[in-house]
């Protein structure tokens, strides 16, 4: 999970929303996490989530707008990101991206880190079968082998 943080901190140095392609990179913890435990994807996954979505509302004022309108109130937004009601300036000039851009974004990125949850897991399976395969097959080379010894 500290690995996620700091990947959600250097997104938020190298432009944030408006750096979309980074986002790419925490599909690589979720996907590493096959090798932990079955539904350790999923707790990544979120993570992930909550990392990205903090760093876009703390990035862009129009998120908070969002937000603020989704939830009816703003006070929790106040207290987390103060009062920053001016648009940031971009970080990459000439390029400045609609509130309904930054929300699909965000959206596309949240199913696209639950697919890959879900294909970390069936991976995790698929590894665990050929495990119990190559047991079942080391187990009858060595029968097979006492049997030709004796």
Do not use: K
Request: aromatic residues 14%.
């Amino acid at each position: 999970m500290t690995g996620v943080i700091l990947i959600g901190f250097i997104w938020q140095h190298v432009g944030a929303v408006q750096n979309p392609t980074f986002l790419t990179i925490f599909a690589l913890p979720v996907i590493g996490a096959i090798f932990l435990s079955r539904r350790h994807p999923y707790l990544i996954a979120a993570v992930s989530l909550c990392v990205v979505l903090f760093v876009a509302l703390a990035q862009a004022p129009e998120l908070r707008w969002y937000a603020s309108g989704l939830f009816g109130s703003d006070a929790w937004l106040t207290w987390m990101f103060g009062h920053q009601s001016t648009v940031a300036q971009p970080f990459f000039s000439g390029f400045s991206a609609p509130s309904s851009y930054l929300i699909v974004l965000l959206e596309v990125f949240s199913v696209g880190l639950s697919a890959c949850a879900v294909a970390a897991e069936y991976v995790g399976i698929v590894f665990e079968r050929l495990s119990a395969h190559t047991a079942l097959a080391r187990a009858e080379a060595e029968r097979g082998q006492e049997l030709c010894s004796t």
